[in-house]
């Protein structure tokens, strides 16, 4: 089993559409959460901190369900510029922590 | 203010050659990471630098792959000999601190490509 895992996509979704992302994450002493956005050729950038209890920002939100061991991020009113892959990060350990990616979501976002 | 740099950001290599990258990260950040991307994967963690000291190196393969920070601010990941299955993108980051909750700020990344 990975050691986080996201949804398969691709997403196709139209504009305007509310889009939701899954991610699980297999250890428990898992520290932090985020949701880091990858345009194509580009290097990831930070799209939110995931909060366990709950967190949003603008058409964004993000949930942490620490006993289900599960992220999610929802996205309202998709925009063309939306499209892009989504990557699932959980920094993971006690004390120190390792940094683990997901193999991330495409949403591709069409007129 | 100035984002984490890196060069070259193209290589072409033969198998078996040695290459050289050079990551500066942000100015002040303690903490530098360098990532393998594999196409169509996420980045994976090779190594996690807090100022010159390793803090985590599980993921690196050691017997060709090696990285330093001298002075605690630059950094170089080496490949020597190079595989075709090298061939990635290779993803500096440097955070300001050293805890699990700071945020992660990438360079735009070394296209390796091994023929």
Redesign the interface.
Same mark, same amino acid.
């Given at each position: 089993r990975k050691e986080?895992e996201q949804d398969p996509g691709p997403f196709n979704v139209p504009e305007g559409a509310t889009v939701a992302f899954n991610c699980t994450y297999s250890n428990s002493a898992s520290? @932090?959460f =985020?949701w880091y956005r990858q345009d194509c050729r +580009?290097?990831? +950038?930070?799209l939110m @901190?995931v909060y366990s209890s709950g967190n949003e920002d603008g058409r964004f939100t993000a949930q942490l369900n620490r006993a289900s061991q599960y992220i999610s991020l929802l996205i309202r009113d998709s925009k063309l510029s939306d499209s892009a892959t989504y990557?699932c990060v959980v920094?993971m %350990?006690t004390g120190?922590? +390792?940094?683990? =990616?997901?193999? %991330?979501t495409r949403l591709f976002v069409k007129a | 203010e100035a984002g984490v740099a890196q060069s070259p950001r193209y290589k072409i290599i033969e198998k078996r050659q040695s290459v050289a990258f050079w990551c500066n990260p942000i100015s002040g950040h303690a903490t530098l990471y360098w990532y393998q991307q594999i196409l169509g994967q996420g980045p994976k963690l090779l190594i996690q630098f807090q100022n010159n000291g390793v803090v985590d190196d599980s993921q690196l393969p050691k017997d060709r792959f090696s990285a330093e920070r001298l002075k605690g601010v630059d950094s170089t990941l080496k490949i020597q000999p190079a595989k075709l299955e090298d061939s990635a993108v290779y993803l500096c980051a440097s955070s300001l601190l050293a805890g699990a909750s700071d945020t992660q700020y990438f360079g735009p990344g070394t296209r390796l490509t091994v023929l």
């Open positions: 986080v520290q @932090s =985020f +580009k290097e990831p +950038k930070l @901190s990557l920094n %350990g120190g922590f +390792k940094t683990i =990616f997901g193999a %991330g | -």
